[in-house]
């Protein structure tokens, strides 16, 4: 006797994966299939059994360090008068106060600026869209942090709760002499500076690992030699603890660093360490300096990031210029803007503006990636994490998108690109269907099938 089969309405929607630019949005443009879609009925029991099989060759997901969310946020930190809120300012279009005395600062603000990407252009002069949502990252403008913010130092205590707050840094460093400009440490020096910083953050977060040290082994102690499975986790824990400890206050290095298993990951992450959180070093120069792309810190600034944090990214920037740049109305006048500096300090190279490398590095260290909706209708980005599956990519636009999830038919942006139309991909053999392990990848555009029954709605 055949097997019957159950029916089952579905609904399409298309989606595209691209790694500049996130959005934090919450509509999408649907595609009714049609015809009822198929599949085979299995009986419970059969289910059962195939749920409880592990996968052939599965690989294990490495565990990254941060908050398991597509909503990060970068803070901006550095000692006062560095150009922190002239740089949150640029950033995001805003006015947040930027005068010249120490702790001009002192609430942290918020605000989301766009993320440029090319591909997201290229997709709204394709689909000539109604509505285009473009992406954003959001930043956080946080007061100056001064030697001995760790014991209380300035506002230090405050501060560095609002730097745990976020979930990763733009540090800034002052790179340019300029008398009317304070420095709280009487002169310019910026690989200073960072050590100042860095140790202050490095010394909060072996003060709070000592106390949770202390706490934990406490409670091993009373346990002795207990041996139920909630008993021995709690000993594990102790052991990474202390790992964790002998790393920051031993090794006098930072957290993110380290190299630690998926486990270790796991506790690190519940401690919301300061010395966890990725870095990107941003030199601030002179308008001179920034154009001539010269400046006397420059090399010893690359050193220190070497030496002490090898691999982090160094942007310099000139906050003066990017002010210039946000006061002028028309792209016809920045690039004039940029021509004259050109000229001026007689560079043989074009001059452009840091603030597109400034904010995708920030996506990029939160190990963030990007898909888009795309249609006649609306052009929209969305954010997820590296290692996403196609599910969980899916339930960012709406929850029934994952709790419904059958399968991903995905094609690459490039492919789309090249080839000009989604039936030119299909002919081409590069339209390819993908189940719930399938990762969503940089650049890929996806049309995700699901179903919700209105039984499982009432569940």
Not at 59 to 86: A, D, Q, T, Y
Not at 196 to 219: M, P, Q, Y
Not at 255 to 266: C, D, F, I, Y
């Amino acid at each position: 006797m055949q097997e019957p089969l159950l029916a089952f309405s579905t609904k399409l929607f298309r989606v595209q994966s691209c790694f500049q630019h996130p959005i934090i949005s919450t509509t999408a443009r649907a595609y009714c299939l049609g015809p009822l879609f198929l599949v085979p009925h299995r009986s419970s029991s059969t289910r059962s059994t195939r749920s409880k099989m592990p996968p052939k060759n599965a690989v294990v997901e490495k565990v990254l360090l941060g908050r398991p969310s597509n909503n990060l946020k970068m803070g901006i930190v550095g000692l006062p008068n560095v150009g922190k809120s002239s740089t949150f300012n640029v950033l995001t279009s805003s006015s947040a106060s930027a005068e010249n005395f120490p702790f001009c600062t002192i609430d942290p603000q918020e605000a989301r600026c766009p993320v440029p990407d090319a591909r997201f252009d290229w997709l709204c002069d394709h689909y000539k869209p109604s509505s285009k949502v473009p992406a954003f990252l959001t930043v956080f403008d946080i007061a100056g942090l001064v030697k001995g913010a760790s014991q209380g130092q300035g506002l230090g205590n405050a501060f560095l709760s609002h730097v745990r707050a976020v979930d990763g840094i733009f540090h800034v460093v002052r790179c340019f002499d300029d008398e009317e400009i304070v420095h709280v440490d009487g002169e310019v020096n910026p690989v200073r500076d960072l050590e100042t910083i860095s140790e202050e953050l490095r010394i909060k977060d072996e003060e709070g690992l000592a106390k949770k040290v202390e706490e934990l082994g406490a409670v091993v102690k009373r346990l002795g030699g207990g041996g139920t499975a909630q008993d021995k986790a709690k000993k594990e824990e102790y052991e990474i603890l202390k790992k964790v400890y002998a790393w920051v206050a031993e090794e006098k290095k930072e957290v993110r660093k380290g190299t630690w298993s998926n486990k270790e990951v796991e506790v690190i992450n519940t401690l919301l360490l300061l010395t966890a959180k990725p870095v990107v070093y941003l030199a601030n120069l002179s308008e001179k300096d920034f154009a001539r792309k010269k400046n006397k810190w420059l090399a010893k600034i690359k050193q220190w990031i070497d030496t002490t944090n090898p691999g982090d990214l160094l942007i310099p920037y000139s906050v003066t210029v990017e002010a210039r740049l946000a006061d002028l109305k028309t792209p016809e006048e920045r690039s004039e803007y940029l021509k004259s500096l050109q000229e001026r300090y007689e560079v043989p190279a074009p001059i452009t503006s840091a603030l597109p490398k400034i904010i995708v590095s920030g996506y990029q260290v939160l190990n963030l990636i990007y898909y888009f909706t795309g249609g006649p209708d609306e052009v929209r980005a969305w954010t997820i994490r590296k290692g996403t599956k196609a599910p969980q990519a899916a339930g960012t636009i709406h929850t029934d998108f994952e709790k419904g999830f059958i399968m991903a038919e995905v094609m690459r942006y490039e492919d789309l690109h090249e080839l000009g139309s989604d039936n030119a991909v299909k002919a081409g053999g590069k339209y390819v269907q993908k189940g719930k392990e399938y990762v969503v990848q940089d650049g890929d555009i996806i049309y995700f099938k699901f179903n919700v029954t209105t039984q499982a709605k009432k569940k």
